[in-house]
């Protein structure tokens, strides 16, 4: 069965720092994709960035970039120049044939 | 326009009460699913669907039942509606196929409250 794990129930950050969220997971499959969600407090979930389990380069978009660290099963979220609009839950998910999250991050950006 | 959209988006009902919530979508995907949102727990999948004839229970799929109308179309009931069922209810979609294709995109929730 698949698991997602996040240690850090809250996060705090300074405007402008960068902030890492970290996710690991476990899974007995070969090929899987890891994703992750924003929820601000307004409640949608939000698609920020996906990794491949065969992908040799880390997975960036924006301002979001992942760290994936295979051997390690760890794909932890790195937020450069953080904003006060980044202030929100964060989840990290696993595909394999179903989507499993984690419990969350709450990240606060302070200025 | 939201690509994924649900309906209602808030709803208080009473114990015992049969409810319908509905989740229609615009991005032509095949794969619609169903999940619940309690603090501290995350999401939950509850149903899930990869086309019109095809329906799955997910991890929590007792005391609910699913429809699918359409590809556009994934409507969720609860026949008979109990306290603990009280939390956010998200409708997504994917369009499937392996990797990025099988990023899920999520309506705005349902806020379900059962008294």
């Given at each position: 069965a698949q698991k997602i794990t996040q240690t850090q129930p809250g996060m705090f950050v300074q405007e402008k720092e960068a902030v890492t969220l970290d996710c690991t997971y476990d899974t007995s499959d070969q090929s899987y994709g890891l994703f992750w969600y924003k929820q601000p407090s307004s409640g949608e979930m939000i698609f920020l960035i996906y990794q491949g389990s065969y992908d040799e380069q880390n997975a960036t978009e924006g301002r979001y970039s992942l760290n994936f660290q295979k051997a390690r099963k760890s794909a932890n979220l790195v937020i450069s120049?953080?904003?006060?609009?980044?202030s929100a839950m964060y989840f990290c998910a696993i595909y394999t044939d179903k989507l499993i999250f984690g419990t969350g991050t709450r990240l606060q950006v302070f200025p | 326009d939201a690509d994924v959209t649900q309906t209602p988006r808030n709803r208080i009902t009473k114990t015992g009460k049969r409810i319908m919530l509905e989740c229609s979508q615009?991005?032509?995907?095949?794969r619609m699913y169903w999940y619940r949102q309690d603090p501290g727990l995350g999401l939950r999948l509850i149903y899930y669907s990869f086309d019109v004839k095809d329906i799955n229970k997910g991890e929590i799929s007792d005391g609910y039942s699913v429809s699918?109308?359409?590809?556009?179309k994934f409507s969720l009931s609860l026949e008979s509606a109990i306290p603990n069922q009280t939390a956010l209810y998200f409708c997504a979609t994917s369009g499937g196929s392996g990797g990025v294709k099988e990023t899920q995109y999520f309506g705005p929730g349902t806020r379900l409250l059962v008294l």
């Open positions: 120049a953080s904003q006060l609009g980044d | 615009t991005k032509g995907h095949d699918r109308q359409a590809q556009a």
